[in-house]
């Protein structure tokens, strides 16, 4: 297996916190969420947009405009010794680097961390652990490497954040409060709702109201008092 580049996002505001970057789409995942909004890159056979050398040929020149490169997918660490080389070689353009996961290969994220190639990672929070093989689309799934990767991120050093996508029928208040239970304390927790693409691995699910939105968010800050709402056009005043 080796790492393709199937996407570029040139500029967005969002997806780095608090820096302009760049977000780049690695193909490939181990698991089969349902409601996945990139299922065009689950597969390993995703075509490739670029190659790496092409990439950090575009990132060079571009380096006085971003702060940093957010590497997403996909699952980018499936690709080990890939992405340690392009984080390694985005690191010395100067550019900051974040990462996107879902935390099901805590070795690979342990070694980035260490190495000091990583600035910030977001880890998704799929669901509460007793839904989490039915969320991912995995029913036989472990979710050991998901906690392990959680507990090395709340104990580390590296700047971090959780996040969970609320999709109705997926989702119930049950799993918001174990997700209390389970990352209580962490530095930054993020509820998003659930927006369909176009390229949802499953057409057909909804996002939640407001109102349900809202005891989600009042259920996880118990213990989670920062949680947030995030990706929604409604007033954060009314959470």
Known sequence: MFMKICGLQKTTLLDFPGHVAATVFLGGCGLRCPFCHNSDLISMDAPALMEPEELLSFLKKRRS??????????????????????????????????LDTNGFRPDVLRRLCAAGLIDYAAMDIKAGRSNYPSACGVPSLSIEPAEESARLLMEGSV?????????????????????????????????????????????GFQPFLPSELKTFLDAVRETIPQAQIRGTDLDPRDF
């Open 159 to 203: 700047d971090y954040e959780f996040r969970t996508t609320a999709v109705k029928g997926i989702h119930s208040l049950s799993d918001f409060v174990d997700i209390r239970s389970w990352i209580g304390g962490c530095r930054r927790y993020f509820l998003q709702n659930f927006q369909d693409s176009g390229r949802v691995a499953q057409p």
């Open 65 to 98: 405009v971003l702060d940093g490169v957010c590497i997403t997918g996909g699952e980018p660490t499936l690709f080990p010794e890939d992405l340690e080389r392009l984080l390694d070689s985005i690191k010395s353009l100067g550019l900051l680097t974040k």
